[in-house]
């Protein structure tokens, strides 16, 4: 069940989310990674499923160290490309996804920026292991 508190934490964080607009990445040559719906959405949700209260808290966390780790970035680690089919009969969308890590004490935190097609880049995700 959701609880004010909860909900009070997610406006505050999307509030702080929103401002950051976007950051220069130095790996992509100071190309702007911004910082948008589709980003904040995964932060929540997983495909359709909604992620549980802890993992919502834990991935914005970790998502205010993003910005920093990705304007201090001077090569990704990991990089992945995938062909899917489109919602547009016949039209194939390609999708690139690169990984950023940082590691912070006893903990790496791994930031994920997407494209999809021609699109810009946004900031996608955020793990720690």
């Given at each position: 069940m959701l609880n004010n508190k909860h909900y009070e934490f997610i406006a505050k964080a999307r509030e702080e989310y929103y401002q950051i607009g976007f950051v220069p990445c130095p790996a992509f040559g100071n190309e702007p990674i911004y910082f948008n719906k589709y980003g904040f959405d995964h932060l929540i949700w997983k495909g359709n499923k909604i992620r549980s209260l802890s993992q919502q808290r834990k991935r914005i966390?970790?998502?205010?160290?993003?910005p920093g780790i990705l304007?201090?970035?001077?090569?990704h680690e990991t990089y992945r490309r995938s062909e899917r089919a489109s919602n547009q009969a016949g039209r194939i969308s390609t999708v690139q996804f690169w990984s950023f890590a940082?590691?912070?004490n006893d903990i790496t935190i791994i930031v994920v920026v997407r494209q999809t097609n021609d699109g810009s880049k946004h900031f996608f995700s955020v793990v720690d292991r």
């Open positions: 966390r970790l998502s205010r160290k993003a304007q201090q970035s001077m090569k940082r590691k912070e």
